[in-house]
Structures are given as structure tokens and as C-alpha cells.
């Protein structure tokens, strides 16, 4: 089937009301959760062969992720769909205001490589228990799990519910070329805006999950230990190819020193000889590889700056001395590099991040709470963590999204239902009792209480 025949068949498919009721969404959703787990060693064998990304972590970062997402959507489902009473304005009394969950339709959901499992299926979950039909392009980037999720989805639904569309660039047009009731996109600034441009011609609503340089912030008065050993959790998780991975340092001077040795004892702590350490996540492919290590200045490394070429691997790398201006600050690293910077006052850290583009995450290591307000209330960014890193988006319960060039719309748990959804708004009016008042021809004492009414 074509690509503009398989949009026309899903149309035609929601049309029906088929993926509309409570049974009909809770069924899929149980079908797709044991087809995962019937699948989880297809999952990890292709995550390993894409990414080298080990069971463990393949488990924590994705499958398990989105096994939780599963559960958290269906045991709220009900509540979810439910309409949402509203207090009436007098001046309609007697009346009922409500909404009306009601799903867009057609969906496309392009997902990326990094977690090329996970970035797949929570979107998907969403669209699902939104009533949607949905189609999924998961990234050539990933060939091996987008695969999977091929052959997860096809077991689950007949295609003119939720249908998987393979390939690259070319496949990426003609989807785009298409009119699509919703489109949620996670990847590039640069692609999002492409995304963007060409849902506009369809005045099509977006949900773009971008991504961009986040910055992480340890003052004075951070457990240094500790701080050494989350930023490196954060940092080194999948090899830094994490939207909301630390892209950079900003450290106060005074501690400069003492944290970059406990950031060198964390790293040899935690993954050894990265080269040689067969958990360690590799570079997606030779493309990227190359990029990252040209951000690579030699001669401000103070801890790693080798690879292996034929493992498309590349040492966990900190570079001191780094200036605002160098190759390595001005895009996205999406790679185990960590620029160092520092600062005297907090106050320089705050002006330096908001002098940039709005990060998708920031992060501060601080036991000082003022300084806690300070970023909280002074600096945008999509989100981030107080003394950890990346675990917040970790959670069904809060939403997660960018702001600015790092995205729009959030998505996870019911932020995912709302997103996927167009809340109609409802007043049902008594058909006994109509209030003269709003009616011609209008008088002073009709005046005066509109006046009333309306204050």
C-alpha cells in the first residue's frame, strides 16, 4: 500500500468509531503491552546491534520505561476519557459547561535513533489512548529496532490503525507531503523546523521534541562527589546521544579542580576502560562518529580524547579551557564530550545560559536554595533536575517537553492523552427556562443587568 492510500485507509478506518471506545482503546493497549513482552529479546538483540547498548540498559532506558508508561496510561484511561465539568457564568444560567475529550484522527509519529525503541513507543501509547490512528516512522538511523517495532506492530493492528512506515529521507517527504490530523516529532532543531514548515501548509498541529545544548551547573557549594557521580550517570548514559544529556559545564572556579578529580574517578568507576568495556554504547554510525571527534581540541583535554575508529567508540572526553566561542560550544555534542567552563558568581552562569538558545534540560548542583530560585524563576528551559541529572523526564506523572528552539508540547501520561486530544468545549442549555435579557431589542434595565451579569 502506498503512502497516500494508507493515510486514506486509516481516515476511512477512524471514521468508523472503531478506535474510539474505552474496550476498543484498553484492548490495544493490553495487546501491544504483550506483544513487548513477548518481544523483549527481538528489543535488546536489536538495540545492541544498532547502539551496543547492553541488556541492562536497553531495559532501564526503554523497554522498562515503556512497559511503566503502559501501565500508568491504562489504569487511568477511564478517568482520562471522562468529560471535565466547568463552572457556568451566571449569565448562561441555567446551563451545563463541559468538555469533550475527542481524538484528532490521523497521526504521524516520527521517532529517532537515540532510544529508537522508547521514542517510539510513548508517543505511540498516547496517540493509542487518545482514540488515534496512527502512523509510525521509526528512523533508518536504527534499522534493527525500527524492524522490531515493524514486526511488534504488525502482530498488534491491521495497518489502517497503526501501520509502520520504514526508509529514510525519501519516505520522510512523502509522509510530510501528506495531511495528517496531528504529527509528533522527536529529533533535530534543524529537521523540526523542516517538520514545522511543512505541517503548516495543512495547517497541521505539532508536538516537536528537539533538543540543544544543556547546560550543567555546580557552584561552590554542590556535593562535589556526588555531583561528579550523577553528571557522569547523565552524561555517559547511551554515550551522551540523549536529547537531555549534560551538553556542557559551567562550574564555579573555586571547585574546578577538585571535581574534575572526582569526575575521573567516577568515569573509571562506572564504565572502566570505556574502550574496552563491551556495556559501553558506541557512536550510531561512522557519519557521527566523525562529527563528535572533530569537536575534539587536543590540546584542551584533560581527561580521555581517544577512540576506536572500527568500534565507533570514543573515549569519555573532558576539555578545560574551553571558550564560548569554540567549535565544541556552538552545536549540540550528542557524544561523551563535556566542555568545562567556569564562573565566580552564579550570576555570570545565569547570564551565560540565558544569553543562549532555551535549553530542553538545565542542571544544578547546589545546597544553596536561593540559588535554586535563582534558575528556577530567572531561566527557561524545558525542565531539568536540582543535584541530578535526566531523571525527570523518568516519570508518567509530570510532563515532558522543550520551550523555544528545544520544542514545543510535552508529552507522558495524561500530558501524552491531552496531546493527542482536542478538548471541545460544551454548554448544554435548558430548553424550559430563556432569560430575556440577551435578546433584542435591549432596554436600560437589559443594560443593567448585562452590567450585573457581566462584571
Known amino acids: 500500500m502506498d503512502i497516500q492510500s494508507l493515510v486514506q485507509a486509516q481516515r476511512s478506518h477512524f471514521q468508523t468509531g472503531a478506535t474510539l471506545g474505552l474496550t476498543a482503546r484498553r484492548t490495544a493497549l493490553m495487546r501491544l503491552g504483550a506483544a513487548i513482552r513477548a518481544h523483549e529479546g527481538?528489543?535488546?538483540?536489536?538495540?545492541?546491534?544498532?547502539?551496543?547498548?547492553?541488556?541492562?540498559?536497553?531495559?532501564?532506558?526503554?523497554?522498562?520505561?515503556?512497559?511503566?508508561?503502559?501501565?500508568?496510561?491504562?489504569?487511568?484511561?477511564?478517568?482520562w476519557m471522562g468529560d471535565r465539568d466547568h463552572l457556568t457564568p451566571l449569565a448562561q444560567f441555567p446551563a451545563r459547561s463541559f468538555t469533550v475529550q475527542e481524538p484528532y484522527g490521523v497521526v504521524l509519529i516520527m521517532s529517532p535513533w537515540n532510544y529508537p525503541f522508547l521514542l517510539t513507543m510513548?508517543?505511540?501509547?498516547?496517540?493509542?489512548?487518545?482514540?488515534?490512528?496512527?502512523?509510525?516512522?521509526?528512523?533508518?538511523?536504527?534499522?534493527?529496532?525500527?524492524?522490531?517495532?515493524?514486526?511488534?506492530?504488525?502482530?498488534?493492528?491491521?495497518?489502517?490503525?497503526?501501520?509502520?512506515?520504514?526508509?529514510?529521507?525519501?519516505?520522510?517527504?512523502?509522509?510530510?507531503?501528506?495531511?495528517?490530523?496531528?504529527?509528533?516529532?522527536?529529533?533535530?532543531?534543524?529537521?523540526?523546523?523542516?517538520?514545522?514548515?511543512?505541517?503548516?501548509?495543512?495547517?497541521?498541529?505539532?508536538t516537536l521534541e528537539l533538543g540543544g545544548k544543556s547546560p550543567c551547573i555546580v557552584d561552590a557549594t554542590?556535593?562535589?562527589?556526588?555531583?561528579?557521580?550523577?553528571?557522569?550517570?547523565?552524561?555517559?548514559?547511551?554515550?551522551?546521544?540523549?536529547?537531555?544529556?549534560?551538553?556542557?559545564?559551567?562550574?564555579?572556579?573555586?571547585?574546578?579542580?577538585?571535581?574534575?578529580?572526582?569526575?575521573?574517578?567516577?568515569?573509571?568507576?562506572?564504565?572502566?576502560?570505556?574502550?574496552?568495556?563491551?556495556?559501553?554504547?558506541?557512536?550510531?554510525?561512522?557519519?557521527?562518529?566523525?562529527?563528535?571527534?572533530?569537536?575534539?581540541?587536543?590540546?584542551?583535554?584533560?581527561?580521555?580524547?581517544?577512540?576506536?575508529?572500527?568500534?565507533?567508540?570514543?573515549?569519555?572526553?573532558v576539555l578545560d579551557g574551553?571558550?564560548?566561542?569554540?567549535?565544541?560550544?556552538?552545536?549540540?555534542?550528542?557524544?561523551?564530550?563535556?566542555?568545562?567552563?567556569?564562573?565566580?558568581?552564579?550570576?555570570?552562569?545565569?547570564?551565560?545560559?540565558?544569553a543562549r538558545p532555551r535549553p530542553l534540560a538545565l542542571y544544578l548542583f547546589s545546597q544553596n536554595k536561593r540559588t535554586h530560585e535563582l534558575f528556577l524563576r530567572r531561566s527557561s528551559f524545558g525542565g531539568g533536575c536540582i543535584n541530578d541529572t535526566i531523571i525527570h523526564l523518568a516519570t508518567s506523572r509530570m510532563p515532558f517537553g522543550g520551550v523555544g528552539n528545544s520544542g514545543m508540547g510535552g508529552y507522558h501520561g495524561g500530558a501524552s492523552f491531552d496531546t493527542f486530544s482536542h478538548r471541545k468545549s460544551i454548554v448544554k442549555k435548558s430548553a424550559w427556562i430563556d432569560l430575556p435579557v440577551r435578546y433584542a431589542p435591549y432596554s436600560p434595565v437589559k443594560d443593567k443587568l448585562l452590567r450585573l451579569f457581566l462584571r
Do not use: W
Open 222 to 317: 554542590a556535593r562535589l562527589e556526588l555531583a561528579a557521580k550523577r553528571i557522569v550517570f547523565g552524561k555517559l548514559l547511551n554515550c551522551g546521544q540523549t536529547c537531555v544529556a549534560p551538553d556542557y559545564l559551567l562550574i564555579d572556579r573555586r571547585v574546578k579542580d577538585r571535581f574534575l578529580a572526582h569526575l575521573r574517578k567516577q568515569i573509571a568507576l562506572q564504565y572502566g576502560d570505556p574502550l574496552d568495556n563491551n556495556g559501553y554504547v558506541r557512536m550510531v554510525n561512522r557519519k557521527h562518529f566523525d562529527r563528535v571527534l572533530g569537536l575534539i581540541d587536543p590540546s584542551k583535554v584533560v581527561l580521555g580524547g581517544k577512540s576506536d575508529p572500527d568500534a565507533l567508540k570514543i573515549q569519555p572526553t
Open 122 to 206: 510513548e508517543p505511540l501509547i498516547g496517540a493509542i489512548a487518545a482514540g488515534n490512528c496512527c502512523v509510525v516512522k521509526p528512523s533508518a538511523y536504527s534499522p534493527a529496532t525500527s524492524a522490531v517495532i515493524r514486526d511488534i506492530l504488525s502482530q498488534c493492528f491491521p495497518p489502517e490503525y497503526v501501520a509502520v512506515v520504514e526508509g529514510g529521507r525519501a519516505e520522510n517527504q512523502a509522509l510530510l507531503d501528506q495531511k495528517f490530523d496531528y504529527i509528533f516529532f522527536t529529533g533535530g532543531t534543524a529537521v523540526g523546523k523542516e517538520v514545522m514548515s511543512k505541517a503548516a501548509k495543512h495547517l497541521t498541529p505539532v
Open 42 to 79: 527481538d528489543i535488546s538483540a536489536a538495540l545492541l546491534a544498532d547502539l551496543n547498548k547492553s541488556p541492562t540498559e536497553g531495559y532501564m532506558c526503554e523497554v522498562g520505561l515503556t512497559l511503566s508508561e503502559l501501565s500508568f496510561v491504562e489504569k487511568r484511561l477511564a478517568r
Open 322 to 354: 574551553v571558550s564560548p566561542e569554540d567549535p565544541v560550544m556552538r552545536e549540540e555534542i550528542f557524544g561523551p564530550v563535556l566542555p568545562v567552563l567556569t564562573f565566580d558568581r552564579v550570576e555570570e552562569a545565569l547570564e551565560f545560559v540565558n
